[in-house]
Every structure is written in C-alpha cells, then in structure tokens.
C-alpha cells in the first residue's frame, strides 16, 4: 500500500465534554429547505455559479447531506427554483429524442443539487421505455457527469460565448453531444442532429446554429482536444488538493481513474453466500460479498423478488460485520436508510431499532425489508435529540458526510461538494456520534463509519471524540481477522481507511472510514 499523508494539525472540534446524559430536548431547528434558500444569481456577468441551486438536506436523514453552510445571501433576486428555459410549455418530443430529453432533465435536476438516483426514481418518463433505452438514459448521464471536467476543457475553446443566464443549461446539451461523440462512439450524423434538436425542443431555439457548429467541429477535432485532458481534469480542485495532501499523487490518480469506470454489482445475501454466488455466475468476495458485471435492472435477477439479496458495496458491508451482532442483542442503526446495513445487523441476529430522521427514507426502508422478509423497529426520529428507553448493547453510525469515498457510483457528488461543507457536516457528525455514545450500556460498542476519504469526516472526528471522553470511551482495535481482504487497510489507532485504489486487484470498492467505540465505565 502507498505510504499515506496525514495532516499534522488535525481539525479539533470545539467541543469540551461528550454529552453523557441524554435528556428529552426539543429538535434542533432544521436547516432550510432549497425552495427557502434559493441561491442568488452572483456573478455579475450573468454566468451561474457551478453550485447554484444546490438543496439544503436534513442532517441525519440523508448520508450524503448537502451542509447547511450553503445557505449565502445576495443583493440580486434569487432565481426561482428549478426554473427551466421551457417550464412555461414543452413542446412535443419526438420519440427518437425522449431519451436524450429525459437525460437533459436529469442532468438540469442534478445541477439544481438533487442527487442522481432520487432523479432516475422520481422521473415518471423513464419507466415507459424499453430497456435498452433505459439502460442508455443511465450510460448517458453517469458518463455526462464522470467526464465533465474533461468535455468542459475539451468545449471551452469552441465556444467562444458560453450560454448564461437563463440559457445556462443548453451548456447541458452540449455537454451530452460531446460525451456521446467522444465517450459512447455515437455516429457522427445522428450525435450532431440530436445535440441540434434537443436544443430546439428544449427552447434554445436560437442556439441551434451554434449546436451544429460546435458539434461539427467536434467531429474533427473533438479527439485530439480529447486526449490533451486527464481524469484528474474530472476532480474538483478543492478534492485534488486534499487528496493529493493526504493519500499522495500515486493514489489520487488512481481512485481518479476509478472514477470514470462503471461500478460492479455488489450483492449481500442472508445466508449462503457461496451458493448465491454460484446462482447469480458472480464472485465471492472475503466469503461475505458477491460481485458481478451488471449493467440493467438489478430487480431482474434471480433472488430479489424472494427477498434472498440485496445491492450493498463490498467495503459498505463491512461496519455492520465489526459489530460481531450476538442473537438477540439491541442494537440501534442510526441514520439507518435505506436498509442495507440494517438487514446485516438483522441478518445476524440482533434486535435492532433503525433510526431515521427522513419519513420517505424510512419508508423506503421498510419496503426493503419487507421484500427481504425481515424486521425491525422503525423510528421517525432526529438522532442529534433521540435517547431510547433503556441503554443498547451496541450501536451503529453510518453518519452523514460528503461521499467523497462514493464518486465512482455517485459521480453527481463531483459537482455537488465544496470545501466549506466539510465543516458544518463536522459538527453533525459529532452531535451524532456524543449523543449515541451516550445509549450504550457498560462494556457496549459502537462502530462509526462515512463512505468519505475526507479524514477531517473520519480520524480527526473519532481524536477528538477519544480526547473529550477523558478514559470513559475508547477505541476498541479491529484486527485483521475480523477485517478479512480489508486487512491491509487497518491504521496503526486500529481503525480501517479504504482507499479505493488500495483494491485495484479486484476492481475497487468505495472509500470509507471505520472506527469501534466501546464503553469503558
């Protein structure tokens, strides 16, 4: 493994005790919501801001929470929310472009800071198509997004004038003319004519021409200005430079690659993992997880609609393992949609309380477990001011963060993260994490874990929550045994840091950061 960089001055949380008792107290107000904190137009030459529109996300209902520190004023009138050049009145899409425009729609929504996959689900023209066309829709936006960066560099010196203002998302559509000339290998004749008739059909009639000119103009140069870039072209340079600080250039450019390549399909199953491994012609990985090219409907599988599986990353099945679940054992999962990890803890035999602050992500998690065939006492709760009745033998945190370690399958979180969110995400951390200590019983354990590779979300918040705990909490060591084919990536404190081109040899995993807790009072 590559020697890794740690910061010298780790961020410390201004906090001077952890909160051991934890009376009922009303919730802490919730962040705003986008349609209260609608970003205002801030440059003065009428170009968005790359964040503009980004949603404020409750703190603990959703693991890749945007941070309430987006929240910024302005002298000019916001701009409505998801405002689009059309909403007026679409005109009539013909059947050849329906894909194409609901990929435009995706692209416009994820802008506006939804995340990726609530737009796939929440789109009521993608279920009508075959699919085929499904399957493109998705190939489209994902690699849109993967190599914006690149077909930005790539575009830039071909338009001389960058549409703005209330034509800012035809950058959208030539965007997705690039990424199918110069990623999918689509004809030349059809990517020109579509890129020139989504604009039509989505109201920038009047850049039609310059569509057909910089979509001509990629078929003859598109290529070589292609590969002047790099996939590092695709990072943010606030992310750039905090993993090239932190892990090196070696592995920054690594997980990098990693990120431009389509995910594997991960599977947890309840039992029998070698036999569903052989059923669904997928590889066993650590003897717990199984993995297998798969680029349709995961629902389509053998399995599923038996409740046999469930889609989990291999690196995200393992907290729920460090917690070494006895039968009947009460466990909370906190921040526990949509189910993933809950059904492990189930799976082994817990008694298990999952907690959510989101009441469609709780709902979402008990059609899960409902098609797993498992239960579960469901709680519409905010975990920052939630206390259970009795203390818990162990409690699990799969806590809001920044996603950092998930580009690979969330490549909306490239254009959706900025430095400052680290901080308020910080704090939501640590409110989390001092108040669930605070449920566990004498000798109980507690795993935290962030699909991030942002150590300020992960070492840095587990030192200063073992500073705080003056000898009452302290960290209990993961050892390579119970860390399996993750072995390699336990730190010398005994926590886990995976890094996803530390997994190359089988084709990588998402980042994360792990660390047990246990009660030493």
Not at 30 to 41: C, I, L, N, W, Y
Not at 465 to 474: K, P, T, V, Y
Request: proline share 6%.
């Amino acid at each position: 493994m590559p020697d890794r960089k740690t910061s010298s001055t780790p961020t410390r949380l201004d906090k001077p005790l952890l909160r051991l008792e934890t009376p009922k107290k009303p919730a802490k107000p919730r962040p705003a919501t986008r349609g209260e904190r609608q970003s205002a137009d801030n440059s003065s030459s009428g170009k968005p801001s790359a964040n503009q529109n980004r949603p404020a996300s409750r703190p603990n209902g959703d693991k890749t929470a945007s941070a309430a520190s987006r929240a910024k004023t302005s002298s000019k009138p916001a701009k409505p929310a998801g405002k689009r050049p059309d909403a007026t009145a679409k005109k009539a899409v013909p059947t050849s472009l329906t894909s194409r425009r609901i990929v435009y729609d995706l692209l416009v929504a994820v802008d506006e800071g939804i995340q990726l996959d609530k737009a796939l689900s929440s789109n009521h023209d993608l279920p009508k198509l075959e699919d085929r066309d499904r399957r493109f829709v998705r190939l489209l936006a994902t690699t849109s997004l993967r190599h914006r960066g690149q077909l930005e560099r790539v575009l830039a010196p071909l338009v001389a004038r960058k549409p703005f203002g209330a034509q800012a998302n035809a950058n959208l559509i030539l965007l997705m003319g690039a990424a199918q000339l110069l990623l999918l290998k689509t004809g030349a004749h059809a990517a020109v004519d579509s890129t020139v008739e989504l604009m039509r059909q989505t109201g920038f009639d009047r850049l039609c021409g310059l569509a057909n000119a910089v979509m001509r103009r990629l078929t003859r140069e598109g290529e070589a200005l292609f590969e002047a870039t790099s996939h590092m072209d695709n990072l943010p340079s606030w992310l750039q430079q905090s993993w090239r600080h932190y892990w090196g250039e070696e592995a920054t450019t690594a997980i990098a690659d990693l990120a431009m390549l389509p995910p594997p399909l991960d599977i947890s199953v309840k039992e029998d993992a070698a036999g569903w491994a052989e059923k669904l012609d997928a590889r066993l990985i650590d003897n717990h997880s199984l993995r297998r090219e798969f680029d349709g409907d995961p629902s389509l599988l053998v399995g599923f609609d038996e409740g046999a599986w469930w889609v989990q990353d291999a690196a995200a099945a393992l907290p729920a393992r460090l917690l070494n679940i006895t039968k009947d054992e009460a466990i909370i999962d906190l921040c526990a949609a949509p189910g993933g990890k809950t059904a492990q803890l189930i799976a082994a035999g817990g008694r298990v309380t999952a907690i959510d602050n989101s009441r469609k992500r709780l709902d979402r998690l008990r059609r899960n477990l409902k098609r797993l065939k498992l239960s579960a006492d469901l709680v519409l709760a905010d975990g920052v001011s939630y206390s259970p009745d009795a203390p818990v033998d162990a409690v699990l945190v799969d806590a809001p963060c920044s996603a950092t370690g998930t580009v690979r399958r969330r490549p909306d979180i490239l254009n959706q993260r900025e430095a400052e969110d680290i901080i308020a995400l910080q704090q939501i951390q640590w409110d989390l994490v001092t108040n669930a200590l605070g449920w566990l019983r004498s000798g109980g354990r507690m795993v935290y874990a962030t699909c991030s590779l942002q150590p300020e979300e992960g070492e840095d918040i587990i030192s200063a929550i073992i500073d705080a705990a003056d000898g009452r909490f302290g960290i209990d060591p993961i050892t390579a045994d119970e860390a399996g084919i993750f072995a390699p990536s336990i730190t010398d404190t005994g926590c886990i840091r995976i890094l996803p081109s530390d997994y190359v040899d089988i084709g990588g995993v998402d980042g994360f950061f792990i660390a047990r807790l246990m009660s030493l009072e």
